[in-house]
């Protein structure tokens, strides 16, 4: 599991990449928060997230709601179909917006 | 062939993380899609992170069991937890807020359960909370074929696979995430376990305890009280990560044993079992046999340490003096020593020692202390310097080799019965105690010379006293002084200066005894740590009136 930030016109991107399990959470949790909300409006991009499931939303529930906080917004982009799929089972999707790519979450902001 | 995946652990976040790597394991070998294993795991994660959170209290130690079975294209994911009643799918789903703000943190689990699987069911039972789920697979699954590490089991060596796969039919393969029991003494079995990887520890006297068999990979346990009905003789423990071919009695019974070549394989692996006990019996037995001859020597020895200490009562027949002296050896066999020897008719010399170490080697050491002091030549009156020559020459003698580098400390006395000189000798030993006349006890503090047997060559400055009439006098060792009570204190010099202060007069017998049993008072239950010796000398009230003190039986 790792985790790398860039910028995607001019919007921070905070990349997730292999499996958010129990321990692939443990070795990005702190790393992902820091990066998440190091400043207001980010991109999650999750097209290289192999795994999700309820500890892994936890972590991107919290810092949406410390994006809001600050103020500023956490958009997620490119889940494949099946965590898509847990997202919408879950109802995050309706909360946290959820775009098919992050050129697509750029535009939104 | 129909396999049952199952994994065993304390409810726990080990657990979480243990259950991940066990589902993607078994998505592997049951040959699941890569949807359809999404599914599963996104649940297991949910089952086992509830458990973790919700149940590990009340599951005191008891373990909880997942397990995955697929049947016509259906996977039933079924947890048992011994936990409080709990039933998730009661619990009425929270509904999604209006604002993301209000969203709980980790409250949508239950729709995961529910939007994922295709059917659920909860039931409690034998104390058990037990909820499945069921999947209707995607993706096509071809049956599994054998475990990893099948082909690695004694049992089933040279056995043709198309044999034993018939045989075994439906099989459970369990992981066990923690150290855990199998199997209690006395409990009834119902299976045999094939180790397939990892170990299982049989305890034959108390679990978890120093003193068991390892039954390793390749190995099987539970095969004896299967075939022969009987409640298991031990305790059988897996160890954390262990993965074990559980088969159920009969099965085993009727089909596993009927497959040619595993009775025959069972059995030798009995035999070599048997064998590697008879060798653990054999080799306890002879220790144990070597231990008690052991102790049996320790008691001989101690037995002739006592025999070297002179006989009581000391100097029955010469009635210008009164000496008693004791010693409780720390071990079997001490190093301290105490002696009373007549040099001359009018001169004696007495001596308290102890020597560094304890056990056989402080004792063998004593032994040659004590020879060389009673080769003193006797009979002819010592001179001025005798003491000092004396010591002197039985320092350079246990200078002599002596490779363990031992050495005592002693406190030496010479004393003219008539005139009640007493010449003495500190060799690095704690001071003795005085009470000349009526007067109270002081130490005997100077001069101090170093012990004996440590350097060659070194010269010994005497100290003299006169010794009044009714004089006692107090030599002890350390052990007295250094009696520990329970918390670690000393008894200590003031502590004993002022006991044997409030002592009143009387035999030295009684100032003996009573030095004795204050040493042991202090210590209380705490272990004794070192020799306690004391030697107690008095001189009789009236000069020639010796007639009057009799010296008591001990």
């Given at each position: 599991m790792t985790v790398s930030v860039d910028e995607i016109r001019g919007i921070r991107r905070v990349s997730l990449s292999g499996r958010l399990d129990a321990d692939g959470l443990r070795s990005v949790e702190d790393d992902f928060r820091a990066a998440a909300t190091a400043e207001p409006n980010v991109i999650v991009d999750l097209s290289a997230v192999d795994f999700l499931a309820s500890m892994g939303i936890r972590m991107l529930v919290a810092a949406s709601q410390e994006q809001e906080q600050l103020g500023?917004?956490?958009?997620?982009?490119?889940?494949?179909?099946?965590?898509?799929?847990?997202?919408?089972?879950?109802?995050?999707?309706?909360?946290?917006?959820?775009?098919?790519?992050?050129?697509?979450?750029?535009?939104?902001? | 062939m129909i396999r049952r995946e199952l994994l065993t652990g304390l409810p726990g976040p080990a657990l979480v993380s243990a259950a991940s790597r066990w589902s993607q394991r078994f998505g592997q070998e049951l040959g699941l899609g890569h949807a359809d294993l999404y599914r599963v795991e996104v649940c297991v994660e949910e089952l086992?992170?509830?458990?973790?959170?919700?149940?590990?209290?009340?599951?005191?130690?008891?373990?909880?069991?997942l397990s995955v079975e697929v049947h016509d294209q259906r996977l039933r994911l079924e947890l048992v937890d011994a936990c409080a009643p709990f039933d998730p799918l009661a619990v009425e789903p929270a509904p999604l807020p209006a604002a993301l703000s209000d969203l709980a943190l980790g409250g949508r689990g239950i729709q995961l359960l529910l939007g994922l699987s295709e059917d659920r069911h909860y039931e409690y039972r034998d104390g058990c909370n037990r909820l499945t789920l069921v999947f209707d697979l995607e993706q096509p699954v071809t049956p599994p074929g054998p475990p990893d590490g099948l082909a690695e089991v004694a049992a089933f060596r040279d056995v043709p696979a198309a044999a034993l796969d018939e045989a075994l039919g439906a099989l459970t393969v369990q992981d066990v995430a923690d150290d855990l029991p199998l199997l209690e003494r006395g409990d009834a079995n119902h299976s045999v376990y094939f180790v397939l990887a990892g170990a299982v520890r049989v305890y034959l006297d108390r679990p978890g305890g120093e003193d068991f068999t390892e039954i390793g990979a390749g190995e099987c346990i539970g095969e004896m009280s299967?075939?022969?009905?009987?409640?298991?003789?031990?305790?059988?423990?897996?160890?954390?990560?262990?993965?074990?071919?559980?088969?159920?009695?009969?099965?085993?019974?009727?089909?596993?044993?009927?497959?040619?070549?595993?009775?025959?394989?069972?059995?030798?692996?009995?035999a070599a079992r048997t064998r590697r006990n008879d060798r653990v019996t054999i080799e306890r037995t002879r220790r144990l046999m070597a231990m008690e001859q052991a102790q049996r020597e320790m008691e001989l020895a101690h037995d002739i340490q006592a025999s070297l200490l002179p006989a009581e009562p000391l100097l029955p027949e010469d009635h210008r003096l009164e000496c008693a002296g004791r010693m409780y050896p720390a071990r079997e066999v001490g190093g301290d020593f105490y002696d009373v020897i007549h040099l001359d008719d009018h001169h004696l010399l007495f001596v308290v020692a102890d020597v560094c170490g304890k056990g056989l080697p402080a004792a063998l050491f004593m032994v040659r202390a004590i020879a060389a002091l009673r080769a003193q030549p006797r009979g002819t009156p010592p001179s001025e310097d005798h003491l000092s020559a004396l010591v002197a020459s039985l320092n350079d003698q246990?200078?002599?080799?002596?490779?363990?580098?031992?050495?005592?400390?002693?406190?030496?006395?010479?004393?003219?019965?008539?005139?009640?000189?007493?010449?003495?000798?500190?060799?690095?030993?704690?001071?003795?105690?005085?009470?000349?006349?009526?007067?109270?006890?002081?130490?005997?503090?100077?001069?101090?010379?170093?012990?004996?047997?440590?350097?060659?060559?070194?010269?010994?400055?005497?100290?003299?006293?006169?010794?009044?009439?009714?004089?006692?006098?107090?030599?002890?060792?350390?052990?007295?002084?250094?009696?520990?009570?329970?918390?670690?204190?000393?008894?200590?010099?003031?502590?004993?200066?002022?006991?044997?202060?409030?002592?009143?007069?009387?035999?030295?017998?009684?100032?003996?005894?009573?030095?004795?049993?204050?040493?042991?008072?202090?210590?209380?239950?705490?272990?004794?740590?070192d020799d306690i010796t004391v030697l107690a000398v008095r001189c009789p009230s009236e000069p020639d009136a010796g007639e009057s003190v009799t010296p008591e039986a001990p």
């Open positions: 500023g917004k956490l958009r997620l982009a490119g889940p494949d179909e099946l965590t898509m799929r847990i997202l919408k089972t879950t109802g995050i999707d309706q909360l946290v917006p959820v775009h098919a790519t992050a050129d697509e979450a750029a535009s939104a902001f | 086992t992170t509830n458990l973790a959170k919700y149940g590990g209290e009340g599951c005191a130690g008891r373990p909880a069991h299967v075939i022969d009905e009987l409640p298991a003789s031990a305790h059988v423990h897996a160890t954390a990560g262990t993965r074990l071919l559980v088969v159920d009695a009969p099965t085993f019974l009727a089909r596993v044993l009927a497959v040619p070549g595993v009775a025959r394989n069972l059995m030798s692996a009995q246990l200078c002599e080799r002596n490779p363990a580098l031992q050495y005592l400390t002693a406190f030496f006395g010479l004393l003219d019965l008539r005139t009640r000189q007493l010449r003495y000798v500190n060799a690095g030993h704690p001071p003795a105690l005085l009470a000349r006349g009526d007067a109270p006890f002081v130490s005997l503090e100077d001069p101090v010379n170093p012990p004996v047997g440590m350097v060659p060559g070194l010269g010994y400055r005497p100290g003299e006293v006169r010794l009044e009439p009714g004089s006692r006098l107090l030599l002890y060792t350390d052990g007295v002084t250094e009696a520990e009570d329970e918390s670690g204190g000393m008894l200590g010099e003031e502590r004993l200066l002022a006991h044997c202060r409030s002592l009143t007069a009387g035999p030295s017998t009684d100032l003996a005894d009573a030095v004795l049993s204050a040493a042991r008072e202090f210590a209380g239950g705490a272990v004794q740590s």
